[in-house]
Antibody
Framework: EVQLVESGGGLVQPGGSLRLSCTAS????????MNWVRQAPGKGLEWVSY????????FYADSVRGRFTISRDNAKNSLFLEMNSLRAGDTAVYFC?????????????WGLGVLVTVSS | QSALTQSVSVSGSPGQSITISCTGT?????????VSWYQQHPGKAPKLMIF???NRPSGVSNRFSGSKSGNTASLTISGLQAEDEADYYC??????????FGGGTKLTVL
């Protein structure tokens, strides 16, 4: 069974940093492109970042480029999101999502999400 | 403001059909067949319902169908059931932004 479990969320002050992790199981993690998608409270979904299976291709949304860094450790079946210079607008549930092997631009499995709150 | 435009809400009675639209531009919806649709129940993770405009993943009911015309994609749900009540989001590959979502449509089953 495919499982994606996010961790590392919490309360952080504006300007602070946080590192999210996503631990994968039930599939060959190293074969799949992975993504982070976030959802502000009561709002819609926003794609955040994309990393290819070998980490050779990385994309970011304009809203986080230069502040967030996506990475992965295929040996540990783990995906990461390093978030710096956090702002109130970054407050959201962050989902780890797997791209399908048939196409990178849709997500066939999602984690349950982890809440990041940026507030003083 | 979301890159793709969806109506805020739609409603229908059990057994009826409803259609949710998703309007973009030639840089996203209109330019590529990479439109997907997700269903999200409150407090839950999104679930993929349609990919590549009109394809259903294994396990998704054939009551769900997708289409596209020009810059507008559509999700149709036929034979509405109570469990279909949820938020629905479209997304598309975007030449400018890689991937964009719509603002979401709240479906109410009356």
């Amino acid at each position: 069974e495919v499982q994606l479990v996010e961790s590392g969320g919490g309360l952080v002050q504006p300007g602070g940093s946080l590192r999210l992790s996503c631990t994968a199981s039930g599939f060959t993690f190293s074969s799949y492109t992975m993504n982070w998608v976030r959802q502000a409270p009561g709002k819609g979904l926003e794609w955040v970042s994309y990393i290819s299976s070998s980490s050779s291709t990385i994309f970011y949304a304009d809203s986080v480029r230069g502040r967030f860094t996506i990475s992965r450790d295929n040996a540990k079946n783990s995906l990461f999101l390093e978030m710096n210079s956090l702002r109130a607008g970054d407050t959201a549930v962050y989902f780890c999502a797997r791209s399908s092997l048939r196409g990178s631009y849709y997500f066939d499995y999602w984690g349950l999400g982890v809440l990041v709150t940026v507030s003083s | 403001q979301s890159a793709l435009t969806q109506s805020v809400s739609v409603s229908g009675s059990p057994g009826q059909s409803i259609t949710i639209s998703c309007t973009g531009t030639s840089s996203d919806v209109g330019g590529y067949d990479y439109v997907s649709w997700y269903q999200q129940h409150p407090g839950k993770a999104p679930k993929l319902m349609i990919f590549d405009v009109s394809n259903r993943p294994s396990g998704v009911s054939n009551r769900f169908s997708g289409s596209k015309s020009g810059n507008t994609a559509s999700l149709t749900i036929s034979g509405l059931q109570a469990e279909d009540e949820a938020d629905y989001y479209c997304s598309s590959y975007s030449r400018r932004s890689i991937l964009v979502f719509g603002g979401g449509t709240k479906l109410t089953v009356l």
